[in-house]
T-cell receptor, first 117, second 116 residues
Framework: AQSVAQPEDQVKVAEGNPLTVKCTYS??????LFWYVQYPNRGLQFLLK??????LVKGSYGFEAEFNKSQTSFHLKKPSALVSDSALYFC???????????????FGKGTRLHILP | DTGVSQNPRHKITKRGQNVTFRCDPI?????LYWYRQTLGQGPEFLTY????????KSRLLSDRFSAERPKGSFSTLEIQRTEQGDSAMYLC??????????????FGPGTRLTVL
């Protein structure tokens, strides 16, 4: 069965400092990995994805994530945090399949990111 | 706006009543998903459609829940005899099929259900 773990409920970082939000996953075969962000009263917004290829994936708003197959991790990073990055972040995993196969996304519980001014 | 839309955005109902939510996906997307999100949790998969065919239903989807996508465009999610435990945000997402879009799902703003 597929699963995603986000070990930190909250992460606090001072503005301008680098940030990391941790994610580990469990899936048989090669995973598709995603990060989504959720702002208050708004829907989930897609940040980035890893499908194949380069282990470092760049996404929206200056975020990037590093796929580490040996550690089954997909940590989200940003070199310099902004106060506007404060939100709820979800890591997610899916397993690719042929058409009409189950390809639902399994989400982690989320990590609330607080960027302190 | 050509994103995923959901109506209503908020629904307050009394226990035992029936409610229906609507989702309009991105027009060219043939896959449509329903998720439920409770406070402090990530979204949990409920069901999904490929065009008008409902291909999977989660164990979370009890007999009181039914979803339809009659013409392969918009979808409805109905909850009969609502219970307080049904209070949650119901999210809809759409995507092209997995071969073309690598499962990138676009989410609507959600319908927040409160059962009193």
């Amino acid at each position: 069965a597929q699963s995603v773990a986000q070990p930190e409920d909250q992460v606090k970082v001072a503005e301008g400092n680098p940030l990391t939000v941790k994610c580990t996953y469990s899936v048989s075969g090669n995973p598709y990995l995603f990060w989504y962000v959720q702002y208050p009263n708004r829907g989930l917004q897609f940040l980035l994805k890893y499908i194949t290829g380069d282990n470092l994936v760049k996404g929206s708003y200056g975020f990037e994530a590093e796929f580490n197959k040996s550690q089954t991790s997909f940590h989200l990073k940003k070199p310099s945090a902004l106060v506007s990055d404060s939100a709820l972040y979800f890591c997610a995993v899916s397993r690719p399949g042929p058409v009409n196969r189950d390809d639902k996304i399994i989400f982690g519980k989320g990590t609330r990111l607080h960027i302190l001014p | 706006d050509t994103g995923v839309s959901q109506n209503p955005r908020h629904k307050i109902t009394k226990r035992g009543q029936n409610v229906t939510f609507r989702c309009d996906p991105i027009s060219e997307h043939n896959r449509l998903y329903w998720y439920r999100q409770t406070l402090g949790q990530g979204p949990e998969f409920l069901t999904y459609f490929q065009n008008e065919a409902q291909l999977e239903k989660s164990r979370l989807l009890s007999d009181r829940f039914s979803a339809e996508r009659p013409k392969g465009s918009f979808s409805t999610l109905e909850i009969q005899r609502t219970e307080q435990g049904d209070s949650a945000m119901y999210l809809c997402a759409s995507s092209l099929d997995g071969r073309l879009s690598y499962n990138e799902q676009f989410f609507g703003p959600g319908t927040r259900l409160t059962v009193l």
